[in-house]
């Protein structure tokens, strides 16, 4: 038995996997190999099977080792972005002419780069609602090849059914991938409920200090990852080595962090439920959201981000991001510290006008993991 099936939780797997002590020094953490390029013992003698940075790097390979074993895949890529790796798999999986369902409240610059790039090479696509199974069912044409899921979504945070969606997805040959950056694997493990591909923008949670971006594809299929590794190397949107150690240095915490957002939020959702300036509070952790039953079905927590509508309108909601003090006006999330956005001028903007535009009275929160006393208190000066 490998050292690799003793790491059985994933808190033990963020930690270990990917990386053992350095059998030339004992270095516990992987080195950042900055080197572009790696010596030779005669022609094609490698000596670690590597050649030439962007084609492997041994800082970037222990990231997706790790990545891979914390999201129970067989295979990892690590990339420059999110969005690289959003772009890898788009390519990889769909031909001119294919079809796509995508999630009708998609994070924006997913929805940007399908709208406005992949259809000038002969990509269609149907937003829908991914809550809803019979509308995922009504919109795949024989065209379909994927299925691109979000659950929870950016910013509405509305669940989707994973393994309903992967039934439909296997019984029609088409592939699915689940953007897993809101959950994150210490939450939610998409290919263990029947995702072909697990997608994360590493910038969020995985990296969780906002000091890094990057992004990853896990999968089991081999096909499918020998088409990622091409145009990881082919197309070189690859993750650097000081960005891969950093992302690394974030993954090792990710479960302790990923308790204390949930519970956080929990305490922000039910602040907010009852605070006469909001109209809504959008978590899927309250009894009263519409995907609660199937978030506690495939969730292990509810996560960190809460979106509220207000009761004021949109100038209730600018005026919300303008005051508090604690959680800082910016885009991004899933870092240790608490932001508040506005996503219909901020992350959203280019939704404006499409069917994807999300409401002017929304505000999103990524709820941070500071006490939980300090955070309340801003928002309810900032609400006052
Ligand atoms: C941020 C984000 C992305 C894009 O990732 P980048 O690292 O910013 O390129 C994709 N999907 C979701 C859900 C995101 O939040």
Not at 159 to 178: E, H, R
Not at 317 to 328: D, M, N
Request: net charge negative.
């Amino acid at each position: 038995m490998t050292e690799h099936h003793r790491f059985r939780g994933l808190a033990t797997k963020a930690i270990h996997a990917g990386f053992r002590p350095d059998a030339a020094t004992g270095a516990v953490n992987a080195p950042i190999y900055a080197s572009s390029t790696f010596a030779q013992d005669g022609v094609g003698g490698l000596r670690g099977g590597y050649e030439y940075a962007r084609t492997g790097n041994p800082t970037r390979a222990a990231l997706e080792a790790s990545l891979a074993a914390v999201e129970e895949a067989e295979y990892g890529r690590a990339f420059a972005s999110g969005m690289a790796a959003t772009d890898c798999a788009l390519r990889a999986v769909l031909r001119p002419g294919d079809h796509v369902v995508i999630p009708d409240d998609a994070y924006g610059g997913t929805f940007r780069l399908i709208d406005k790039v992949f259809t000038q090479w002969g990509i269609t696509y149907t937003a829908v609602s991914l809550a809803d199974l019979d509308e995922v069912r009504a919109a795949i044409t024989p065209q379909t090849k994927l299925i691109w899921v979000e659950t929870p979504t950016n910013p509405l945070l509305s669940i989707a059914d994973i393994a309903g969606i992967a039934q439909i997805a296997s019984t029609s040959a088409i592939k699915l991938l689940v953007d897993n950056t809101f959950a994150s694997p210490a939450l939610q493990q998409p290919l263990t409920l029947g995702a072909d591909i697990v997608l994360h923008s590493t910038t969020k949670y995985i990296g969780g200090h906002s000091d890094v971006v990057g992004g990853a594809l896990l999968t089991s299929d081999e096909e499918l990852d020998t088409a990622f590794a091409f145009l990881q190397n082919g197309a070189g949107a690859v993750a650097g080595p000081f960005d891969a150690y950093l992302t690394m240095r974030g993954l090792k915490t990710l479960a302790l962090r990923m308790r204390q957002h949930s519970e956080n939020a929990t305490l922000v959702a039910d602040f907010l439920a009852n605070h006469p300036a909001i109209s809504s509070v959008l978590y899927p952790g309250l009894p009263s959201h519409p995907g609660h039953e199937v978030a506690a079905k495939q969730m292990s927590a509810f996560g960190g981000m809460v979106s509220v509508r207000m009761a004021g309108g949109p100038d209730a909601a600018r005026k919300l991001c303008a005051s508090t003090e604690i959680f800082i006006l910016a885009e991004s999330l899933g870092g240790v510290e608490s932001l508040i956005e506005h996503p219909g001028a901020m992350t959203h903007a280019s939704t404006a006008g499409s069917q994807l535009e999300v409401p002017d009275d929304l505000v999103r929160l990524s709820v941070g993991i500071e006490d939980s006393t300090d955070l309340l208190a801003d928002l309810e000066q900032a609400l006052g």
